[in-house]
């Protein structure tokens, strides 16, 4: 259209609204600026194209969950797939760069400990920003097709919730005892067998699932000792 229209409103409270109409040169966009609704003399809530409605630009916009990257449905998989050491990885899931799961993971572990009476939140934070920088770099060493930080944060962020369990644990009774040592030592196996598994499908390494569940393994276990001692 090679006409603009610029309508401005000035609400009255003893007058009708103005309109002031412009017609610019050739080869111009068409705007429209919207009055506002109650909101004082010369309030403007936008402009739109001319010719569009209101309701075509709000049903064209994603949600808001979607735009973030956050899909519920794909952290319920995740979870799962972290607590069921033997369910079989969606590779195409695990390679989202999701987040938003381990930092709730991280909090809920932080808190456990502190029912505890441990204040480690920096400890178990510096610690995981540290872990997955290593695995990231090991992992790209290892693998053919390589994977993100993001990446390696997400499954290692996912596989941290049997370490809850374990912090939950040391809330009700002492972790250094036999029993103690035993419960620990299956969650640091439960924890590292989850994550080289998911790495393993996700990566596209068959075979390797040892090589990487030892350093994952090494991983949790500071997890663990934080959580014991």
């Keep these: 259209m090679d006409l603009e229209i610029i309508i401005l409103s000035e609400v009255n409270q003893a007058e009708n609204d103005k309109y002031l109409l412009h017609k ?3 080869n111009e966009k068409t705007y429209v600026f919207l009055p506002g609704e109650s ?5 403007l809530v936008g402009c739109r194209l001319w010719g569009h409605t209101e309701s075509d630009t ?3 916009e994603p ?3 979607e735009e973030l990257g956050i899909s519920f449905d794909h952290i319920w998989q995740k979870t799962l ?3 069921h050491p033997l369910k079989v990885a969606d590779g195409s899931i695990m390679n989202e760069t999701d987040l938003a799961g381990p930092m709730v993971f991280c909090l809920a572990f932080g808190a456990t400990l502190l029912l505890a009476g441990k204040i ?3 400890y178990v934070y510096g610690i995981s920003a540290i872990g997955c920088l290593g695995m990231f ?3 790209n060493l290892m693998s053919m097709t390589g994977v993100s930080f993001g990446c390696a944060a997400s499954v290692l962020g996912y596989c941290l919730l049997p370490m809850i369990l374990l912090s939950s644990f040391a809330v009700i009774f002492s972790l250094q005892g036999m029993v103690g040592i035993i419960l620990t030592a299956g969650i640091i196996g439960w924890c590292s067998f989850s994550a080289s598994k998911i790495f393993i499908s996700a990566l596209a390494m068959e075979g390797q699932q040892l090589l990487v569940s030892y350093p994952c ?3 949790y276990g500071v997890f663990a000792l934080i959580s014991v001692f």
Aim: charged share 10%.
């Design 63 to 65: 949600p808001l969950l």
């Design 217 to 219: 393994a090494l991983l």
């Design 137 to 139: 770099c090991l992992l």
């Design 81 to 83: 797939t972290g607590l």
């Design 120 to 122: 480690q939140f920096g």
């Design 58 to 60: 709000i049903e064209d």
């Design 39 to 43: 909101q004082g003399q010369g309030s």
């Design 24 to 26: 610019p040169t050739d």
